[in-house]
């Protein structure tokens, strides 16, 4: 049985069978957590004064509720949620959206208040502005199969709110967003705990290679810039460079991953 340093935070032990060495046991990754789930990250704020709100506002403050929806079709007549107020609240959504197959789409909202639309970081809708129920569509966007990153920011100055994000697909479907076809990422870094101190985690495939140190049994390897999973796959090194784990490939490895080191 091997102890991890525990100056800081909270212990770890690694166990290893009887009469062997770290190095010696049959080590193996296990993914605990994937990072890839479905819906988009929801980001709550609250504002005062004029309207419509500045859309910075997002940038400058901190949410006061953080959650994931799975599809984007709501009303509200009272708070949307906890801690939230029934007017004067904003909500940033963002993610990916899945294209399950090449071709022309456009995208609508029906929103009271306000909203503004990104796909792929291009403004494609915007109506920020107080008015009933409205619904606004996209010019048409060409798209190629895999994710592409979405933002959907809204803002409900009285009590009523309305909002809806979908699309019309090139088959013809007119349909809110289905679930399917939203995701988040749940973190920037791919998280591997049961790492001894001083020991190296590494990433790559045959065009990516990224590692980190494990510090106080947990290697962090930042992933924030990946926009989508990737296939790759982990080694782990010890203190003396040697590679004690290889795994296989991995074919949705995505920020937020978390991955432990066990001993067998």
Do not use: C
Not at 2 to 29: E, T
Not at 158 to 174: A, E, K, Q
């Amino acid at each position: 049985m091997l102890p991890a340093p525990n100056s800081h935070g909270p212990a770890l032990v690694y166990y290893i069978p009887s009469g062997r060495s770290m190095s010696q046991a049959r080590l193996v990754l296990v993914r605990t957590r994937s990072g890839k789930t479905r819906g988009l990250h929801a980001r709550f704020y609250v504002w005062d004064g004029e309207s419509p709100p500045d859309p910075n506002i997002v940038e400058r403050e901190e949410p006061v509720r953080e959650t994931i929806h799975e599809m984007i079709d709501f009303v509200w007549d009272d708070s949307p949620a906890e801690g939230v107020p029934a007017g004067n609240f904003m909500v940033e959504w963002r993610g990916f959206l899945h294209v399950p197959e090449v071709g022309v789409y456009r995208f609508y909202i029906i929103v009271d208040d306000g909203a503004k639309l990104w796909i792929d970081d291009k403004l494609v809708i915007d109506a920020w502005r107080d008015q009933p129920p409205t619904h606004y569509i996209s010019d048409p966007i060409e798209l190629d199969v895999g994710l592409h990153k979405i933002r959907l920011l809204y803002y409900n100055h009285d009590v009523f709110g309305r909002i809806v994000l979908g699309w019309i697909t090139p088959n013809g479907d007119y349909e809110p967003i289905p679930s399917q076809y939203l995701y988040t990422r749940l973190g920037d870094d791919i998280v591997v705990r049961g790492i001894p101190s001083g020991y190296r985690v590494e990433l790559r495939n045959g065009f990516f290679r990224r590692e980190a140190e494990s510090r106080y049994g947990i290697a962090r390897i930042p992933a924030g810039d990946l926009l989508e999973p990737i296939a790759a796959y982990f080694r782990v090194y010890n203190r003396e460079g040697e590679v004690i784990v290889e795994t296989p490939v991995i074919s949705d490895v995505w920020g937020g991953d978390e991955y432990l080191l066990l001993a067998r």
